[in-house]
């Protein structure tokens, strides 16, 4: 199993910008589909982005499209989620996943194996 560290979180004013990292144990990263998840108080752990092996594939929330775009070094065994225009229903803890089946990019929360410890972000009005 791979061992995921995210990192980035924070406070920042609506309109503003935040990027992600998420730091992988495992040497061969690129074998993992790679996605991010978030959850705010009382909600549900809901989809944000998930990016392919090789990065010739992204998926997006609806509600992140045109703001958010996720992105892997391979080499460096890390994975990023840029996110610009940041609005307070951002607010969340951002949890970084890896999928190792060896076919999809899942929006699927149940699809992913491992998971990070998440980090807080938090987005002011």
């Known amino acids: 199993q791979v061992q995921l560290v995210e990192s980035g979180g924070g406070l920042v004013q609506a309109g503003g910008s935040l990027r992600l990292a998420c730091a992988a144990s495992?040497?061969?990263?690129?074998?993992?589909?790679m996605g991010w998840f978030r959850q705010a108080p009382g909600k549900e752990r809901e989809f944000v982005g998930a990016?392919?092996?090789?990065?010739?594939?992204?998926r997006y929330a609806g509600s992140v499209q045109g703001r958010f775009t996720i992105s892997r070094d391979n080499a460096k065994n890390t994975v990023y989620l840029q996110m610009n225009s940041l609005k307070p229903e951002d607010t969340a803890v951002y949890y970084c996943a890896a999928d190792s089946r060896p076919f999809g990019v899942s929006t699927q929360k149940d699809q992913y194996d491992c998971w990070g410890q998440g980090t807080q972000v938090t987005v002011s009005s």
């Open positions: 990016i392919s092996r090789s990065a010739g594939t992204t």
């Open positions: 495992a040497r061969t990263l690129s074998n993992y589909v």
